[in-house]
């Protein structure tokens, strides 16, 4: 694994949520079954064995009060065209060794696809700074394992996107 003294790598999930969707406003906040999507998706998140935290980033108020009230870590970014976007601005706040990208409309993500690519980028070469398809996780990864676990992750039909960070600002733990 890369990162600093062998220890295992930081990684956090960062599911973007916007309330402002031209298609489907609100989505987040769209109740399946008695709990918003966002709760779903973030309780999926939270059962992966290999990642520290989970966030909610949004820069709406009526997400970070549900966030607050359903005990959901929340993070308040600026506005964002995309998901990526705000994700990137999240760098800014966690020091971790990599991030999750996690989209807010993934109510049944596999914890374990979650832990396969937190694998697979914890064995990736350092110089990797992106993953932003599923396919490029194969092409990236090094060693037999990474490609084996990517290989998992893209038959689950995972669409997951992840970020290793690496030098200045990076934790050590």
Not at 64 to 88: I, K, N, P
Request: some cysteine; overall charge positive; glycine content about 8%.
């Amino acid at each position: 694994m890369h990162s600093s003294g062998g220890a295992t790598p930081r990684h956090v999930v960062v599911i973007p949520c916007r309330y402002g969707s031209i298609r489907f406003p609100g989505k987040p906040l769209a109740l399946l079954g008695d709990k918003p999507l966002m709760w779903h998706v973030y309780q999926r998140c939270q059962k992966a064995e290999r990642i520290a935290e989970t966030f909610i980033a949004t820069d709406d108020a009526r997400i970070q009060e549900v966030c607050r009230r359903l005990d959901m870590a929340c993070l308040l970014t600026r506005d964002h065209l995309a998901g990526t976007d705000r994700v990137a601005e999240c760098l800014r706040y966690l020091k971790v060794d990599g991030y999750l990208n996690v989209q807010g409309n993934e109510p049944f993500v596999s914890p374990a696809a979650i832990d396969a690519v937190s694998t697979a980028l914890a064995l990736s070469d350092p110089s990797v700074a992106a993953v932003n398809r599923a396919h490029d996780l194969g092409a990236r990864a090094h060693g037999k394992l990474a490609r084996a676990y990517a290989e998992s992750w893209i038959s689950s039909g995972a669409t997951m996107g992840c970020s290793k960070i690496s030098g200045a600002g990076s934790s050590s733990k």
